[in-house]
């Protein structure tokens, strides 16, 4: 198989496979959900696929963990304060900065 058809193939799967996935539950579930267990389920969906995707990524950003958990620990703070999504992320960049100072000029 030429690398050409392997590569096309590959797409293909993968779009009938994305295509799959959210059409089944449409195709799947036609009447409305009265369940107050799988209402609540899937009101909570978004929040943990978001916090599974985004943890990973603010540990593994920095150069040391110990930076980024401060920088963590700055947009926390800014987000308990209600302050708004780009206050939260400027004061988690001006964590993680004033940390990788501190560190660099410790060590």
């Known amino acids: 198989m030429t690398d050409t058809l392997y590569l096309c193939l590959s797409i293909l799967t ?3 496979v994305t295509y799959l996935v959210r059409m ?15 209402l609540s389920f899937l ?4 929040y943990a696929v978001l916090t599974a995707m985004t943890i990973p990524g603010i540990f593994f950003s920095t150069g040391s ?3 980024a958990c401060v920088g963590l620990a700055a947009a926390l703070v800014a987000a308990f ?5 780009l ?7 001006a964590g993680v900065l004033a940390a990788e ?6 060590i």
């Open 43 to 46: 009101y909570y969906v978004p």
């Open 65 to 67: 963990v110990i930076t």
């Open 24 to 38: 089944l539950p449409l195709a799947a579930i036609r009447k409305k959900i009265k369940s107050p267990f799988v």
């Open 14 to 16: 993968m779009a009938l």
């Open 81 to 85: 304060f209600n302050r708004g999504l």
């Open 87 to 93: 206050t939260v992320a400027v004061s988690a960049c």
């Open 101 to 106: 100072l501190v560190m660099e000029f410790l």
